[in-house]
């Protein structure tokens, strides 16, 4: 069985880069975009644009009789999450593989306990550097996906599936045979980067140079670090440099997910990042300095929205 009916839900950063990638590859009505009618509305008046060009994209509200999806992109926020898993259900059918592309390491817990483990393939988008203002999208590095197996064989019929889906279709990709781990990485790449470029209101040529910013950044990642290996993952400062490693070719004038949040004056991550830190560290008797400096700071401006 080969994948060719494809549904996105959220049009934020990722939704936008991947959808306009597709649409541009697919045919228009094997790409659907999932959002209800106050959305839809808002996106066919004002466009939604990447990189210059138009989305010509295919909406559909969530009550729609629609034949069931070969692979569904789940893209929203997390605290979107629990209202796209239901969105999202006449789009789910026997067949249909689910990637999230969602930050942290939680979200795919919570699309299994809805639709089923067999449905879900781990994944994790990295190296972007997409900005969204308003409706318009920028980015110079699309990054990639990287999905894999949570366990058994890999990679399995499903993951080749989708692997195949994006080798047709020109998709960055990657299949790792130990997902866990890369998900943990990239959570304590985004527990840095995300919330230190915010702390400094910056971009991310903030990080990227030697100074207060690169190293408390580091100091946040290593709290992730420790208790990673108390949570069975085990990271290393191998793996830490490799994180690192991803942020160099990045846009310096772009910015973290997170940055663009708190600038739009929009809820931010916090929770997913420093409080699940935070959470760990009180589980494990681990203080966690740096991430609770984090988090009373950006949920002391976030008041004041």
């Not at 840095?192 to 400094?200: K, L, T, Y």
């Not at 589980?283 to 984090?294: A, C, D, F, R, S």
Request: hydrophobic residues 40%; glycine residues 10%.
């Amino acid at each position: 069985m080969e994948i060719k009916r494809v549904s996105i839900i959220g049009l934020g950063a990722l939704g936008v880069l991947y959808g306009h990638h597709l649409s541009k590859r697919m045919d228009e009505g094997d790409l659907r975009i999932i959002a209800d009618e106050a959305r839809i509305r808002r996106y066919k008046e004002k466009g939604v644009i990447c990189n210059g060009e138009i989305c010509r994209f295919n909406y559909v509200t969530p009550d729609e009789p629609a034949e069931a999806a070969d692979l569904i992109l789940i893209a929203v926020k997390f605290g979107g999450l629990e209202a796209a898993v239901d969105m999202i259900k006449n789009h789910v059918g026997r067949d249909t593989l689910i990637l999230s592309l969602l930050n942290g390491i939680s979200s795919e817990q919570m699309i299994e306990d809805v639709y089923g483990k067999g449905k879900v393939l781990d994944c994790v988008a990295q190296g972007m550097d997409a900005v969204k203002v308003d409706n318009a999208l920028s980015y110079k590095n699309m990054g990639l996906l990287c999905f894999g197996d949570r366990e058994g064989v890999h990679p399995s019929e499903k993951a080749a599936r989708v692997a195949r889906f994006f080798d047709k279709t020109r998709v960055p990709y990657l299949l790792d045979p130990n997902m866990k781990k890369r998900m943990w990485g990239k959570f304590m790449l985004n527990v840095g980067v995300n919330q230190v470029v915010s702390f400094f209101e910056g971009d991310y040529g903030t990080i990227q140079e030697d100074g207060p910013a690169r190293d408390m950044m580091i100091a946040a990642m290593r709290e992730v670090l420790i208790l990673s290996q108390k949570e069975g993952v085990c990271l290393t400062e191998e793996d830490l440099g490799y994180w690192l490693s991803i942020l160099e070719p990045l846009n310096p004038k772009g910015k973290p997910s997170m940055r663009q949040d708190m600038e739009a004056r929009r809820p931010s991550e916090v929770g997913l990042f420093a409080r699940t830190v935070i959470r760990l560290g009180e589980k494990h008797g681990i203080e966690t300095p740096v991430n609770q400096k984090l988090y009373d700071y950006i949920t002391s401006v976030e008041k004041t929205y």
